[in-house]
């Protein structure tokens, strides 16, 4: 009863390790020992390094104020994404110092508050 408790319990943990968001900042790069498999990078996007080549393809440096990574990404933006955002990409590596982005997640930080929320709280506070 005991082990398959156990069994239970380790498969459990490790799928919720497959759902943590892991990435590596520009500056540990070099610390990847296998950068050929898929990968997560992130960092703040760069102000005025965004360009767009095409409708739905970008590129754009993200920094953690000490190294830089361009990112290549094809796809829809998520909508929080703009220059000085925190943002997660999932990829491969081009060459050393670009990376070919499949997913982007953008990150906001712990003030964020929907919109419609603040208009309500906004509206709220008048007399």
């Known amino acids: 009863m005991l082990s398959l ?9 490790s799928n919720l390790n497959d759902n943590i968001v892991f990435f590596y900042p520009p500056s540990e790069i070099s610390k990847i020992e296998n950068n050929r498999g898929k990968v997560r990078v992130g960092g703040i996007v760069k102000n005025g390094s965004i360009t767009r080549e095409t409708d ?9 104020y000490s190294e830089e990574l361009e990112i290549i990404y094809q796809g829809i933006l998520p909508a929080l994404f703009r220059e000085g955002q925190g943002i997660v ?39």
């Open 5 to 13: 408790c156990s069994i239970g319990v380790y498969f459990i943990l």
């Open 56 to 64: 739905n393809k970008i590129r754009f440096i993200i920094t953690d």
């Open 89 to 127: 990409a999932e990829g491969n590596f081009k060459l050393p110092k670009s990376f070919l982005a499949i997913k982007l997640l953008a990150k906001h930080d712990e003030n964020y508050m929907p919109p419609q929320i603040k208009r309500h709280l906004d509206n709220s506070k008048e007399p």
